[in-house]
């Protein structure tokens, strides 16, 4: 080919309507040289751009044109980009001048079918659930995404740090000190940043995971910061070790970002006046299974403690596979599942959607916790508070707010908040005109408002939920109790035979074993209602934080798993200590039980105390003591379980819900009366475990398909779930196809179930969510129910004598 002269560049840049911002094209002359890489420097100042946020992610369009020595176009080329300025100031994060909280994720880019080959779809489909959910933040966990990511991330709004392709994990230091390595290195970092310079979503470039720390790392970052000064470098190596190492690597990183850190040692660092990077976890909260757990004490220190800001909880999506077993039956399949003898089992099922992306009801806990608008109770009574934006550069008339208060459940008043415009970070007082002039004995009111999109945006449909808070209102009760356990009462027979005595009453026949102390039957309406009676449950499947079941790991003898198993939880048996009854009165019988539980080879143990008080019209009152030994490690729970024959199948109680809940990952949930089908409590987790259960629950039903069932109302508040698997059908079973439906219907019932955590890879539990051994004295109303008996929520009230929690 000939060498010209005079070929011409110039450049064009559009705004979001693709209306020209320069009169006349920008341009620059090249000639043309076969021989090397030619650069054409063409500067325009652009005034008082709209800058790019996560937010308002304003994106404008440049085109630039080759033109040949006859003015004649020979190519274009087009990129989106955006204008936007972060920098670090006293210990903050600042994106455009403002301080913005990192609510972010690790994404490994990962299909079920097509493993690392992720279709536009689905990389979509992520940037969308990302966006519904209230995160801003992506860290391209370990290495550099397909580019279109990045355009989706600069179109919808989502900070990224963009991660070289960089690890050495088992080597760890070896490499970085090597001076032979250092091209390597270097080579890596400049391939990532040359190729998505131009992207104005990624505000951090980091060096790379895991891999030691050294002077090749200080050269990358040398490099990164004279290329690209406008960003901010991150490398966690640089302070890895502990909180001691946190003030070190200070030529690799402009932040501070552990991983995994105890909340107590964030809060230690942010304490410390001389430590002046912000504080931004790279990764925690391990969300490996049924886990999440503590994440509302993260939060807690992050907006109550300045220089913490934020953090990336590991990780986005189980990285499980598709696969079809001998029956024809499709499960996901992880480690070792293709022959391969060295691997990490399960380890990379930790994501918060599942392999084909469905949200694990731990999204839900994330979406809540850091939610950009909230609301604080001024005076409850009086309907006012205040509505907290915590946006960062958006007013609130993009917003409608509806709020309603329900009784027991049912809502009785409900109203919208017109003309919301709050600013950023400000707040506006609303009074709500509700009034409630006092309840019910036993009835409970809450006030719920909630926040949802008032038009279409780019990520959601308008009516989208983005925010909401509810409160329980401060609402004397007055009048008298109606329902009563002594309530309308009739007289109950009792029949001593062999073995058994049987207590028949209006409707109703109950039959309690002798030798077993066992309530064997439960029959009302001629309709059989439990088919193994309440008995002490300590045991739970265990979750991936209790400790792996797949294999045995060096490092886990301190996990909750290989406590338990020493101790015998894992197979408890049941020795009946004592039995027996008196008639209270003609309406009423009382039944008493002492049993033993423990393992044949385990000296600690239990003691459960139980006395059944029996009434005429079938009400069960239950009272339970449950002496724990000191010996006992955390236990995985205190509470009861029954099992109800076939056929009961529609679930329903007034608790936390809609999705399943545990005391240390709650916030999410709201109080309210739910019906479901057992089937549908059910969380098919890869790696089969614990799920399902409903915290702070008032009371709770089982019924058949024309209404027949069996109600219990707890005092205090307590746990419960309902499943067609027994805890060892799931303890047994390494995927999912391998459990088998039951008819059955097991339905557990908890004074307190162990927290969930966050420690897989990470801090344990934190202890006022264990369950340490004690003594716990708890009750349980069991009452048959049938279509034609009061009102379903009237018969959860609580009864007289009961405490209501909050």
Not at 725 to 734: E, F, P, Q, S, V
Request: with cysteine; proline share 5%.
């Amino acid at each position: 080919s000939k060498v010209a002269s005079g070929y011409l560049v110039e450049m064009q840049l559009f705004n979001h309507e693709l209306q020209p911002l320069f009169l006349e094209q920008i341009h620059g002359e090249v000639i043309p040289d076969p021989n090397r890489v030619l650069e054409v420097v063409l500067q325009k100042d652009i005034e008082a751009p709209i800058k790019w946020n996560h937010e308002q992610p304003y994106l404008y369009t440049l085109v630039i044109t080759l033109k040949n020595e006859d003015n004649n176009p020979v190519q274009y080329y087009s990129h989106r980009i955006g204008f936007r300025k972060v920098e670090i100031i006293n210990r903050e994060f600042l994106v455009n001048g403002k301080m913005v909280y990192i609510k972010g994720v690790n994404r490994h880019e990962h299909h079920d079918t097509h493993g690392k080959f992720v279709p536009y779809e689905s990389t979509l489909e992520d940037v969308l659930l990302m966006k519904q959910h209230n995160i801003n933040a992506v860290r391209t966990s370990h290495y550099p995404n397909d580019v279109r990511f990045y355009d989706l991330c600069d179109e919808y709004g989502l900070y990224v740090w963009d991660e070289t392709n960089l690890e050495t994990h088992s080597v760890y230091n070896v490499l970085t000190n090597k001076t032979e390595w250092l091209n390597a290195f270097l080579e890596r970092g400049i391939r990532m940043v040359e190729r998505d310079k131009n992207h104005p979503s990624i505000i951090v470039w980091s060096l790379g995971n895991e891999s030691g720390y050294g002077p090749n790392h200080d050269a990358m970052a040398g490099w990164m910061r004279s290329y690209d000064p406008d960003r901010i470098i991150h490398y966690e190596g640089a302070i890895s070790g502990g909180p001691q190492n946190w003030k070190r690597g200070h030529l690799a990183t402009e932040i501070c970002p552990p991983m995994y850190p105890r909340i107590s040692d964030i809060v230690a660092y942010a304490e410390d006046p001389s430590n002046h990077r912000p504080l931004i976890m790279c990764e925690y909260a391990h969300a490996m299974g049924n886990s999440v757990g503590n994440l509302k004490e993260y939060w807690e220190a992050i907006e109550g403690y300045h220089g913490l800001q934020g953090g990336f909880i590991w990780d986005w999506i189980d990285q499980g596979l598709k696969k079809v077993d001998e029956n024809g039956i499709e499960y996901w399949a992880y480690g070792g599942d293709f022959g391969d003898t060295i691997n990490d089992n399960n380890f990379c099922i930790n994501g918060l959607v599942f392999p084909d992306r469905t949200p694990h009801p731990a999204m839900v806990e994330y979406k809540k916790l850091i939610q950009p608008i909230t609301v604080d109770p001024v005076d409850l009574l009086m309907g006012e508070v205040f509505v907290i934006n915590k946006f960062v550069f958006s007013p609130l008339d993009q917003i409608t707010a509806s709020w309603e208060v329900a009784i027991d459940g049912v809502v009785h008043q409900e109203g919208t908040i017109p003309h919301l415009n709050t600013l950023p970070g400000k707040r506006t007082n609303i009074i709500l005109p509700y009034r409630i002039q006092n309840l019910s004995p036993g009835s409970e009111a809450f006030l719920t408002i909630r926040f949802k999109l008032a038009a279409d945006s780019s990520w959601a449909k308008a009516g989208h939920e983005v925010a909401w808070e509810q409160y329980k209102l401060p609402i004397a009760s007055t009048g008298e109790y109606s329902n009563s356990v002594s309530d309308d009462q009739k007289h109950l027979d009792v029949n001593e035979s062999s073995g058994a005595i049987t207590l028949t009453g209006d409707g109703f026949v109950l039959l309690f074993s002798t030798a077993t102390g066992r309530l064997n039957k439960f029959i009302y309406r001629e309709t059989e209602l439990v088919e193994t009676g309440p008995s002490l449950n300590i045991w739970r499947a265990p979750t991936d934080n209790d400790g792996f079941k797949n294999g045995d790991i060096d490092w886990m003898e301190w996990k909750l798993l290989s406590q338990w198993k020493k101790s015998g939880l894992d197979r408890l048996g049941v020795k009946t200590k004592s039995f027996s009854w008196k008639r209270i009165d003609s309406d009423i019988i009382e039944v008493r039980t002492t049993h033993q539980v423990k393992a044949k080879d385990v000296e600690a143990g239990f003691l459960h105390h139980m006395i059944y008080t029996i009434y005429g019209n079938g009400d069960v009152d239950t009272q339970h003591v449950v002496v724990c030994d000191g010996d006992l490690p955390p236990l995985p729970r205190v509470g009861m379980i029954l099992s109800l024959p076939k056929g009961f199948e529609e679930f329903t109680w007034f608790g936390r819900g809609p999705e399943e809940s545990y005391v240390d990952r709650k916030a999410g949930v709201a109080v309210g009366l739910y019906h479901g089908r057992v089937d549908d409590q059910y969380v098919s987790y890869v790696m089969p475990q614990e799920n399902g259960n409903k915290t702070d629950v008032r009371w709770a039903s089982i019924t058949n398909n024309v209404g027949i069932g069996l109600m219990a109302i707890f005092n205090p508040l307590m746990e419960t779930g309902v499943s067609h698997y027994t805890a060892g059908d799931l303890y047994k079973a390494h995927h999912t196809n391998e459990l088998f439906r039951r008819d059955e219907v097991y339905w557990t019932i908890d004074y307190r179930q162990c927290g969930l955590g966050g420690n897989s890879c990470g801090p344990m539990t934190l202890p006022q969510y264990l369950v340490l051994p004690a003594t716990y004295k708890f009750s349980i109303l069991f009452r048959p129910i049938s279509p034609n008996r009061e009102e379903i929520r009237n018969l959860g009230r609580f009864p007289k004598g009961y405490s209501m929690g909050n």
